[in-house]
């Protein structure tokens, strides 16, 4: 059983790759992204329009909202391979999980650093957009709130690479590369 962290700006292929981890490895995805729409989408309190507002904006939800769904999927999935798709995303929730896991008495493996010229996530967005389609689009994918995302990104995300590095599990990998030669890396990494 492993636990795997997929870090990496937006845009930037976690989701793709977790979702290929699912497929052939059996991995469970614990994506905060798609637990927080899911929850927004179902609520209509006050708090879950704020949610969905700072999501909407770019922003981070509360650690503490975040927090508490995903430390109930920690105990959930303990028995379990899994991957978490966007969390931690500071250096707070790096160390919650941490605390989180050693109460069962696990730990984390890996931490995939996805390195990509901020330039081609703008591509990759667009591209998202585009092919769309009849699907509903997420109300966070357009250009001019990618460019917070990554502002985001940069002063709360980033900063964890350095957590991670120190407690020697961090790998990085070239996330530029086709989608099969990204999950060729991941697959190294992680057998
Ligand atoms: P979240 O849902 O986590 O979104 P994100 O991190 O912004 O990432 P994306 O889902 O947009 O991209 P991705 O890296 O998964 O790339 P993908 O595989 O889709 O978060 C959304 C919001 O929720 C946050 O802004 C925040 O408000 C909130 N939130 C979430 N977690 C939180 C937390 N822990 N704390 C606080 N708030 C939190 O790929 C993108 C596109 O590129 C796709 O079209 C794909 O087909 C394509 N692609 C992928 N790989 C390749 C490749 N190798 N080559 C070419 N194209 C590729």
Redesign the pocket.
Known sequence: MKRIV?L????????????LLVEKKEYIQL???????DETSKSNSELGKK?SL??????????E??INI?VNKVEEYKNKSVIF??????LN?AKVLDEALKNISLELDNVIF?EIDFK??K???Q??ID?SGDLEQ?K??NIE??SN?IE??KSSTLPIVEYYEEKGILSKIN?????E??NSEILKIIS
Do not use: H, W
């Open positions: 997929l990496g700006p937006p845009g930037c292929g976690k989701g793709t790759q977790s979702r994506s905060t992204g798609d637990l927080l729409r949610v700072l999501m909407e904006s770019g922003e981070l939800v509360p650690d909202i975040v995903i798709d966007g969390f931690p995303r500071n929730q996805f081609i996530l591509e990759r967005i591209n998202r092919q997420r966070d994918d709130t990618l995302r985001v990104y996330a530029m590369e086709k989608v030669n990204v």
